[in-house]
């Protein structure tokens, strides 16, 4: 039995050095992190102990974009016998246990602030009393786990971990491991070559984006994640080829992340209505179900700057009522046309969600109640409210901005922005 832990002792630390070596061919430093946590290490089955407290304490080193190597030890001070045990509690009374394990982690956003993961590995434990699988001193473990990373800085991530070791020797318990950590990279140079030309030759770029860190610095990007706005595109090519904004995911405000208009619907992401039908891409694709590269499908869109009193919900200026009627008489020429009201609000800093949010369906329910006061079925109509959660134009969480205080009214059924045009040229010749 010696022998057998000796060999998953020496198997524990061949994985992880045999790895990292492999890894440090290419970079001597950059890629090394600690990471010291606490959490709770639970006994299951016929073991005679119950949880406990632990310590850890990982060697990590970061061979790619998705993988991760981790030598990792453990220490629990403070095992206590479980009554519920086959053995006899009496056997020990409290009982401290070390363990030493080797995983390996994937990721699967490694350069975006939030980084899920999961991992693999074999790990061995001892105790100087018999609180393992079988009632005995030591096991071995292979492991399986997963987690999820919060990069705070360049330096510092938090983290959350969760592994299944199964302790092994005649039979096999589960040993569920939960802990919470911190990790603290150390510095070195990057081992990607550069994604741009605008890097300048030994200028560092540590995410390899294609920005050097000094550029992210001015930008105010995170020189260690490629993404920073987390919208599908690096940072360097937002702002090399595309012209977007690395700090916000969605430049032209069209409800649409910069990289989905790129990768996924080929639309412009400076453009909020690529085809020029009328309606912005994003509502075409979230709303409409229509093509925002076909201008000939787009709906019939007016959108009123309705402005209410503070705190209120009903339409007093008069000037908005033309607007309305005009809105009305389309709808009764196309009486198998419906309507889409949607209320929009504008979003200060101290701004309650909740509160917009009902605020704008209000609004948007006192343009129907007008409609439907000119003649028009309330089953044609339906009105909705968004809040603040889709601006115009970029908030001004100081002063306000009025564009975003507004009320669309989508019309399905009575041709796009063509027809509109004509309609209001013949209602203005009247």
Not at 78 to 94: I, N, T, V
Request: hydrophobic share 35%; aromatic share 10%.
């Amino acid at each position: 039995m010696k022998t057998l832990h000796r060999i998953a002792l020496a198997a524990v630390a061949g994985i992880f050095v045999s790895s990292a070596v492999s890894a440090q061919e290419k970079s001597d430093i950059g890629k090394w992190y600690v990471s010291p946590g606490i959490g709770v290490l639970v006994f299951s089955g016929n073991q005679p102990a119950n949880p406990g407290g632990i310590g850890l304490l990982r060697l990590g080193y970061e061979a790619t974009d998705h993988l991760t190597f981790e030598l990792g030890g453990l220490y629990g001070p403070h095992f206590l016998a479980s009554d519920d045990s086959k053995y006899s509690p009496e056997a020990f009374k409290s009982a401290d246990a070390w363990g030493v394990s080797s995983d390996v982690l994937y990721h699967f956003n490694r350069w975006e602030r939030w980084d899920p993961y999961v991992s693999v590995g074999i790990g061995y434990m001892q105790s100087p009393d018999c609180i393992f699988a079988d009632h005995t001193k030591q096991v071995w473990t292979p492991r399986v786990g997963g987690g999820l990373m919060w990069h705070w800085t360049d330096s510092i991530s938090l983290r959350a971990n969760a592994t299944l070791a199964v302790g092994m020797h005649d039979t096999a318990e589960a040993m569920p491991m939960f802990d919470l950590g911190m990790i603290y990279r150390f510095g070195g140079q990057p081992t990607r070559a550069p994604a741009s030309a605008s890097v300048v030759a030994g200028e560092t770029d540590s995410d390899g984006d294609g920005l050097t860190d000094a550029e992210e610095a001015r930008l105010g990007t995170n020189p260690r994640m490629k993404d920073t706005d987390g919208d599908g595109l690096t940072d360097g090519d937002e702002v090399h080829v595309y012209k977007t904004d690395p700090l916000n995911r969605d430049t032209d405000f069209d409800l649409l992340s910069d990289g989905e208009e790129v990768l996924k619907y080929k639309t412009d992401p400076l453009k909020p209505d690529t085809d020029a039908g009328g309606v912005w891409d994003g509502h075409e694709v979230l709303e409409d179900g229509t093509d925002p590269l076909n201008k000939n499908d787009d709906l019939m869109l007016f959108a009123v700057q309705v402005e209410f009193g503070y705190d209120e919900t009903v339409i007093r200026d008069p000037k908005y009522f033309a607007q309305f009627d005009i809105i009305a008489k389309v709808l009764t020429r196309h009486p198998e046309a419906t309507a889409v009201i949607e209320g929009h609000a504008d979003r200060k800093a101290k701004s309650s969600p909740k509160y917009n949010q009902t605020l704008s369906e209000l609004r948007a329910q006192a343009v129907q109640k007008h409609l439907v006061e000119k003649g028009i079925q309330a089953s044609r109509l339906k009105a909705v409210g968004f809040g603040f959660s889709r601006p115009k134009v970029q908030p001004d969480l100081v002063n306000g901005n009025p564009e975003n205080r507004r009320v669309e009214i989508y019309i399905r059924g009575a041709g796009g922005l063509a027809a509109k045009e004509a309609f209001l040229k013949e209602a203005s010749d009247k």
